[in-house]
């Protein structure tokens, strides 16, 4: 069975760093492309960070320079990890596996990130 489970997020104080982690199971890891998205109050989901199918890294405008995306292939996980937070990247952290050229695409469960000013 196919899961992809999160950790990490919480509370932090703007300036501050938080990683994310996105474990998965039940899928061929190597076939999966991963990304990051984020839902703010009120706000449409959108992605932050991702590998397009290509295998290269993309962000978001408002996170360029500050956060990261990387995975680790032996341990089937995927990070997020982010640092010089502002009050705006405050939202519920969703982490995405998607195989290529298909409908599939498989969700965690999310992770509030909270920035306070």
């Known amino acids: 069975q196919a899961q992809v489970v999160q950790s990490g997020g919480g509370l932090v104080q703007a300036g501050g760093s938080l990683n994310l982690s996105c474990a998965a199971s039940?899928?061929?890891?190597?076939?999966?492309?991963f990304g990051w998205y984020r839902q703010s109050p009120g706000k449409q989901r959108i992605l932050v960070a991702g590998y397009n199918d290509g295998g290269a890294t993309n962000y978001a405008g408002s996170v360029m320079g500050r956060f990261t995306i990387s995975k680790d292939d032996a341990k089937n996980t995927v990070y997020l990890h982010m640092r010089s937070l502002k009050p705006e990247d405050t939202g519920v952290y969703y982490c995405n596996a998607r195989l290529p050229y298909t409908r599939v695409v498989y969700w965690g469960q999310g992770t509030q990130v909270t920035v306070s000013a």
């Open positions: 039940g899928i061929t890891f190597s076939d999966h492309r």
